[in-house]
Nanobody, 121 residues
Framework: QVQLVETGGGLVQAGDSLRLSCSASGRTLSTYGMGWFRQAPGKEREFVAAITWSGTSKYYTDVGAGRFTISRDNAANTVYLQMNSLKPEDTAVYYC??????????????WGQGTQVTVSS
């Protein structure tokens, strides 16, 4: 089993930056592809970014292209999502997930509880 905990969310103003962290316990993340998703109120959960186990390949949607950067530190068993130039439409609960680099929710085996990001205009 892998337990994932996201931290780093909060209330920021448009244009600000945040770095989300996803820390794991139970097992090492070093063999897992990892992803970040988000879910805004009243909307479906959507893919944001993913990274391979080695960190050599990264995937993004248009949502965060050019503004978001996914990275990982396998020694620290942690995955990050650096978010710059935040917009009010980035407001959502952000989730990390382990087990794939797919855009499909069902492809992931483990999920965190999420961290709230609120961007005011």
């Amino acid at each position: 089993q892998v337990q994932l905990v996201e931290t780093g969310g909060g209330l920021v103003q448009a244009g600000d930056s945040l770095r989300l962290s996803c820390s794991a316990s139970g097992r090492t993340l070093s063999t897992y592809g990892m992803g970040w998703f988000r879910q805004a109120p009243g909307k479906e959960r959507e893919f944001v970014a993913a990274i391979t186990w080695s960190g050599t390949s990264k995937y993004y949607t248009d949502v965060g292209a050019g503004r978001f950067t996914i990275s990982r530190d396998n020694a620290a068993n942690t995955v990050y999502l650096q978010m710059n130039s935040l917009k009010p439409e980035d407001t959502a609960v952000y989730y990390c997930a382990a087990g794939s680099t797919s855009r499909t929710i069902a492809a992931y085996s483990y999920w965190g509880q999420g961290t709230q990001v609120t961007v005011s205009s």
